[in-house]
């Protein structure tokens, strides 16, 4: 008993048979299979209604392809802390106010991607959003102290602050344009998200202030699973600019979550390695369009960015989702090693994510054979 206690603390987890623990996981449970069953429901609903991204020269699809897979994760989201709330509610007022907080500015980013993915909002209308919801979450206390941060001088409270304010909303706004911008392939935001969600979350789990986030992203990796199994290519519906808002924006306002308790620049730190893959595809391909004279680099969209070099390589969207899956895996192992997250804690993470990812992608393959013994042309009712 006393050995396996000791294992479960290399994980954050104080006692693997409490209310704790128990919560966390039925909380990722909750989101997963909430997610799972209710996305062919939303799918069913969105082709009738005509919610769907039309095939041009810039997307794989060939026929129109339901885009409300969003709204599907957003609603196991919310399930899975609703069910959290009910079996441990948090009892500092500060911090469930700033889970409100993330959970309101999630709300409008949704609303703000669907409708945007119906009708096309402009750049400057989105980024505006944006903006706000960051600004959201400082007024909440949820902001980056610049004076936190390792190798930068100490400056006066004066300076730090606004500094602090300005980085706070470069960072939200940047990595949820950032989980945005990375959407272009079946599977790859939402392995991606997954992957970064776990991280973050064995990560939060070592400290014991940061309950809040280790409940909030359970839930979301839960979610982003739950979508998985049926983006994974060939993708029965996508996520659309509302999926991507949530994880960008949440797995961004998360991280804020306790840095002040304890180094926020390690903190800081960690999150930017996990989420190296999106933040370094959106830096190039901002780069690059500025370089070519677009003086509106979101508004303007291509193919430069690292999902279509890699699919351009493999010539297949799985191979493609797969890579890249592995490069945020590594990419999350960095970041855990740089916080210093026990060994047997990373090893372990590795081995949970590596599995949950083949058990959804085996289950989407295996359901797609069903479907073309069905019907030849692949529309049977996927299981």
């Not at 048979?17 to 609903?45: C, K, N, Q, Y």
């Not at 926020?264 to 595809?281: K, R, T």
């Amino acid at each position: 008993m006393e050995s396996l206690k000791a294992l479960a603390a290399q994980f954050g987890i104080a006692d693997p048979f409490g209310r704790g623990f128990f919560s966390v996981l039925l909380t990722f449970l909750a989101a997963w299979l909430f997610t799972w069953r209710f996305i062919p429901s939303v799918r069913e609903f969105a082709i009738k209604v005509g919610w769907a991204d039309q095939p041009n020269e810039r997307r794989l699809n060939k026929e129109p392809l339901p885009n409300a897979g969003g709204l599907a994760i957003f609603a196991g989201f919310l399930v899975s802390v609703v069910v959290a709330w009910t079996l441990r509610p948090i009892v500092i007022e500060q911090v469930n106010i700033q889970v409100l907080a993330i959970l309101l500015g999630a709300a409008v980013l949704v609303l703000t991607g669907f409708i945007d993915d119906q009708y096309e909002l402009s750049p400057l209308f989105r980024l505006v959003v944006q903006a706000l919801a960051a600004v959201l979450l400082l007024v909440n206390g949820l902001h980056i102290d610049f004076n936190a941060i390792p190798f930068l001088p100490t400056l006066p409270h004066a300076l730090s602050v606004p500094l602090s304010v300005v980085l706070t909303i470069l960072w939200v706004v940047g990595l949820t344009n950032a989980v945005n911008l990375l959407d272009g392939v079946d599977g790859v935001v939402g392995g991606v998200a997954f992957v970064a969600s776990a991280v973050l979350l064995v990560t939060a789990a070592q400290f014991p202030d940061r309950a809040a986030a280790v409940v909030l992203l359970a839930g979301l990796a839960g979610a982003a699973l739950g979508y998985l199994r049926h983006n994974f290519n060939p993708s029965r519906i996508i996520m659309g600019d509302a999926g991507s808002n949530l994880f960008g924006y949440t797995l961004a306002a998360v991280s804020l979550l306790g840095t002040l308790k304890f180094s926020a620049g390690a903190s800081l730190l960690v999150p930017l390695l996990i989420m190296a893959l999106p933040i370094l595809d959106t830096t190039q391909v901002v780069i690059g369009r500025l370089a070519r004279g677009i003086r509106n680099p979101l508004g303007h969209p291509d193919k430069t960015h690292i999902h279509h070099r890699v699919l351009a390589r493999t010539s297949s969207p799985r191979r493609t989702a797969v890579i890249l899956w592995g490069i945020a895996l590594l990419c999350g192992v960095i970041g855990m090693v740089a916080q210093g997250v026990p060994l047997p804690a990373i090893l372990g993470t590795v081995v949970a994510v590596l599995l949950c990812l083949w058990f959804v992608a085996y289950r989407r393959v295996r359901a797609l054979g069903r479907e073309v013994r069905v019907s030849p042309g692949g529309q049977g009712s996927e299981a």
